[in-house]
């Protein structure tokens, strides 16, 4: 792709062979794209670039200097969505909007503007520059402050910087959208801002190549890290109120070869913690869980990818069991949600609070239930199934892919086979699925590819209806509105306590369990949440299988 733009610029005689040479070892060493490197060379100007890579797209070039826009063409698209995205409505054509892009990735607006609008959309290329001008021409704003109004400025907040609006706005957008994290990406001559909105990226701007170094600076300044270190990952916190809610934000930065990238989790602590009932176990997964959590000892592993909701289900579990008369300690890092009645002790490493130091300590202040907020180590790891088996319950997260896999997991820390077995009772491995929007999920007959897929027989499935996305105003076009867990639980016996103990293979342990039906699988759970009308097919085969 990159050779063909530069054999477009030679071939139009913009530039020799050696030019081309020299922009793409410069290219290469630099980390650029071939435009950046075409730019930063000054071996073609601004508008020559633009027309070769429209051809190479096959989009059509736009000069928006000479271009006269009727007003009622500018009012076709909203002005929060022009300035924020970054386009400019040309003309009607055939009963198609043409809007004006400078980046051939922003076609993908068109999509979503004609969602807005209910009018077809194309795009044509035009220079940043020319279209820069045509945003300060159409809608009254330039340079920072355009870029602040992009991410909602209000009127109230003129009185800051330009650089504070921004990101004090993309933080409140962020809410305003549930997104669960911010990811600011500098590279390409752009500073790319995408969030995580029901576990899935999106972009939402994307801003100029010389915001990324005042940007990230205000981010540091708020998560107390410091401004000068680029070359070294940083952790931080931030802790804002907006809009009356209590928002801590969890920041990391990593040095990327386009400069430094971070990404900031959200957690809205004035949030209502969910319940058990909420969280999507069934009837039978329901009763089975509350056993698990009312056993005087042993261990209870959560299992699953970070962002999977392990932490929301643990606390869930807590609130059932929190009551005047039993002793409830967590080691956390860090603490996400203060409950009344529980004690919370957050981890710090900076001063050796470690996991397993709290551990120790806490266990002399004779707890009836601990919470372990994640096994990293041995130490930790020991600790923990030491104080199951001296009469405490507790509570803790692993990363593993499946419920069987915590067993191994622990061995591969380093904690002896006939621990294991002793101590843990129960594992539950969860995935995070998309809930279809009640406002306009639409009911269709499955296939039979489809019905296998979920593991089900089709005779099972016959004259069963699906639901599947469609989109409205209420779900923004998605389909989807929200998230439920599917889960998957083992219940320790004494056949598996054996296996465990003698260290058979995990391959072995998951069939064993499997006949037995000590094993309910995640693909099982995903099946009754599709029957249900709660989520698709696609969702539940996204996050357990690769392939129909």
């Given at each position: 792709m990159i050779r063909e733009l530069g054999d477009i610029l030679v071939s139009g005689g913009a530039i020799t062979d050696s030019q081309l040479r020299e922009a793409m070892a410069f290219q290469r060493t630099g980390g650029f794209d071939l435009v950046e490197?075409?730019?930063?060379?000054?071996?073609?100007?601004?508008?020559?670039?633009?027309?070769?890579?429209?051809?190479?797209?096959?989009?059509?070039?736009?000069?928006?200097?000479?271009?006269?826009?009727?007003?009622?063409?500018?009012?076709?698209?909203?002005?929060?969505?022009?300035?924020?995205?970054?386009?400019?409505?040309?003309?009607?054509?055939?009963g198609r909007l043409i809007v004006a892009?400078?980046?051939?990735?922003?076609?993908?607006?068109?999509?979503?503007?004609?969602?807005?609008?209910?009018?077809?959309?194309?795009?044509?290329?035009?220079?940043?520059?020319?279209?820069?001008?045509?945003?300060?021409?159409?809608?009254?704003v330039t340079g920072e402050d355009d870029v602040a109004a992009r991410m909602g400025a209000q009127a109230g907040d003129r009185d800051d910087a330009p650089i504070i609006r921004?990101?004090?706005?993309?933080?409140?957008?962020?809410?305003?959208?549930?997104?669960?994290?911010?990811?600011?990406?500098?590279?390409?001559?752009?500073?790319?801002?995408?969030?995580?909105?029901?576990?899935?990226?999106?972009?939402?701007?994307?801003?100029?190549?010389?915001?990324?170094?005042?940007?990230?600076?205000?981010?540091?300044?708020?998560?107390?890290m410091d401004i000068a270190e680029k070359r070294k990952p940083q952790d931080g916190r931030i802790g804002m109120r907006i809009k009356g809610r209590d928002i801590d934000v969890r920041a990391s930065i990593l040095p990327s070869n386009h400069g430094e990238t971070m990404v900031m989790r959200l957690l809205d602590r004035s949030a209502s913690l969910m319940s058990l009932r909420d969280l999507g176990f069934g009837p039978e997964e329901y009763e089975?869980?509350?056993?698990?959590?009312?056993?005087?000892?042993?261990?209870?592993?959560?299992?699953?990818?970070?962002?999977?909701?392990?932490?929301?289900?643990?606390?869930?579990?807590?609130?059932?069991?929190?009551?005047?008369?039993?002793?409830?300690?967590?080691a956390e890092d860090p603490v996400e949600y203060h409950i009344t009645g529980i004690n919370q002790v957050q981890v710090n490493n900076k001063v050796g609070l470690t996991f397993a130091r709290i551990l120790k300590a806490m266990l002399r202040c004779a707890p009836n239930i601990i919470l372990v907020g994640e096994i990293r180590d041995l130490e930790t790891a020991e600790i923990a199934i030491q104080a199951a088996l001296t009469g405490h319950l507790v509570f803790s997260t692993l990363?593993?892919?499946?419920?069987?896999?915590?067993?191994?997991?622990?061995?591969?820390?380093?904690?002896?086979?006939?621990?294991?077995?002793?101590?843990?009772?129960?594992?539950?491995?969860?995935?995070?699925?998309?809930?279809?929007c009640p406002e306009?999920?639409?009911?269709?007959?499955?296939?039979?590819?489809?019905?296998?897929?979920?593991?089900?027989?089709p005779s099972v499935a016959s004259g069963r209806s699906f639901y599947r996305a469609r989109g409205c105003r209420v779900c923004e076009g998605n389909g989807y509105r929200g998230r439920v867990?599917?889960?998957?639980?083992?219940?320790?016996?004494?056949?598996?306590?054996?296996?465990?103990?003698?260290?058979?293979?995990?391959?072995?342990?998951?069939?064993?369990?499997?006949?037995?039906?000590?094993?309910?699988?995640?693909?099982?759970?995903?099946a009754r949440k599709v029957i249900e009308g709660t989520t698709t097919v696609i969702e539940v085969l996204r996050v357990t299988r690769a392939t129909v």
């Open positions: 490197a075409l730019r930063k060379l000054n071996l073609a100007d601004e508008e020559t670039i633009a027309r070769a890579v429209a051809k190479q797209q096959g989009m059509p070039y736009v000069d928006l200097a000479k271009a006269k826009i009727r007003p009622a063409i500018i009012e076709r698209v909203p002005p929060e969505f022009a300035t924020e995205q970054g386009l400019v409505p040309l003309m009607e054509k055939g892009i400078d980046d051939p990735f922003k076609r993908i607006l068109a999509d979503q503007l004609q969602f807005m609008i209910g009018c077809d959309v194309a795009c044509a290329l035009a220079t940043p520059s020319a279209l820069a001008n045509a945003l300060a021409r159409y809608y009254g921004l990101v004090t706005n993309m933080f409140q957008q962020a809410i305003e959208v549930r997104a669960s994290d911010i990811h600011v990406e500098p590279g390409h001559g752009r500073v790319r801002i995408r969030y995580r909105v029901d576990g899935i990226l999106r972009d939402v701007a994307e801003h100029p190549e010389h915001l990324a170094a005042p940007l990230m600076s205000r981010l540091k300044i708020m998560a107390k089975w869980f509350q056993r698990i959590i009312k056993r005087p000892t042993g261990v209870c592993l959560v299992t699953g990818p970070t962002g999977s909701g392990k932490t929301t289900t643990l606390y869930a579990a807590l609130q059932e069991l929190n009551r005047p008369d039993i002793k409830i300690i967590t990363h593993t892919n499946d419920a069987p896999s915590a067993l191994t997991r622990l061995v591969d820390l380093g904690v002896k086979p006939f621990l294991v077995s002793a101590a843990v009772q129960a594992i539950v491995a969860q995935r995070l699925v998309r809930r279809l306009c999920r639409e009911e269709y007959e499955p296939g039979e590819a489809e019905v296998r897929s979920l593991g089900l027989d867990a599917l889960y998957e639980h083992l219940e320790m016996d004494n056949t598996l306590r054996d296996m465990t103990f003698r260290g058979e293979s995990l391959e072995s342990i998951r069939a064993t369990a499997t006949s037995m039906g000590s094993l309910r699988l995640l693909i099982d759970d995903g």
